[in-house]
């Protein structure tokens, strides 16, 4: 069966510090990969997915970036951190139709 | 705008009771709907879909949604609430055969059981 891992759990960063958020998939090969935020009290918002190694589409602009390296890789990175960047960062795999969620990261900027 | 409500943000309900979460869509004329459940600081679960046919549709614990196209909606209900079912509900939607790369959510409802 697939299994979708988020490291870390958690993460406490400054203001201007980097950011790398890591996503990776088992079981399954050439999935559709996504990453989403969730702000406190609102929904998900789709911030990045990938059809394929190399291939990012960026859904809204902001100061995050994505890549994805090898197949079942993703991750979500930033040069430097805003406030607004905290939230709950969920990874998911899917195919057609199909969308699968990862344990999340609770990332707080200070 | 295309767009997915769930319209209650809140909702308390004792347990044993029946419940309803509400949730509409302005997207295309075929859509995929979807129900997932959030416990608090974890990933979503997915709790049930639709994607044709018979538009009553059974998911896992004991939930089912119906899909009524003339009302745009797809309401999750099931019969008798238990405690463990407090959590956060979101509807989600693909707008179609040439989109199913991307699924678009509600706001969310926060289910909260009172003993």
């Known amino acids: 069966s697939q299994t979708i891992h988020q490291w870390p759990a958690t993460l406490v960063q400054p203001v201007g510090s980097p950011l790398s958020l890591e996503c990776t998939v088992e079981?399954?090969?050439?999935?559709?990969l996504y990453w989403y935020r969730q702000a406190a009290g609102r929904g998900l918002q789709l911030l990045f997915y990938?059809?394929?190694?190399?291939?990012i589409s960026s859904e809204v602009p902001q100061n995050l970036s994505a890549s994805r390296p090898q197949d079942r890789q993703f991750i979500l990175s930033s040069k430097k951190l805003l406030l607004s960047d905290s939230g709950f960062y969920l990874c998911?795999?899917?195919?057609?139709?199909?969308?699968?969620f990862g344990p999340g990261t609770r990332l707080t900027v200070t | 705008a295309q767009s997915v409500t769930q319209p209650d943000i809140h909702i308390t309900v004792s347990e044993g009771a029946s419940l309803e979460l509400r949730c509409n869509y302005s997207?295309?004329?075929?859509?995929?709907l979807f129900w997932y459940v959030q416990s608090p600081g974890q990933g979503l679960q997915l709790l049930l879909k639709?994607?044709?046919?018979?538009?009553l549709v059974q998911g896992i614990k004991g939930f089912e949604a119906e899909f009524k196209r003339s009302q745009s909606s797809f309401n999750l209900r099931k019969p008798s609430v238990h405690w463990s079912d407090a959590a956060e509900y979101f509807c989600?939607?693909?707008?179609?055969?040439?989109?199913?790369?991307?699924?678009?959510f509600g706001s969310g409802t926060k289910l909260n059981v009172k003993p």
């Open positions: 998911a795999w899917g195919a057609i139709y199909e969308q699968y």
């Open positions: 989600a939607v693909v707008p179609g055969e040439y989109n199913f790369n991307k699924f678009y």
């Open positions: 079981g399954t090969s050439n999935p559709n």
């Open positions: 997207y295309g004329a075929t859509p995929y």
């Open positions: 639709y994607f044709s046919g018979d538009t």
């Open positions: 990938s059809v394929g190694i190399g291939q």
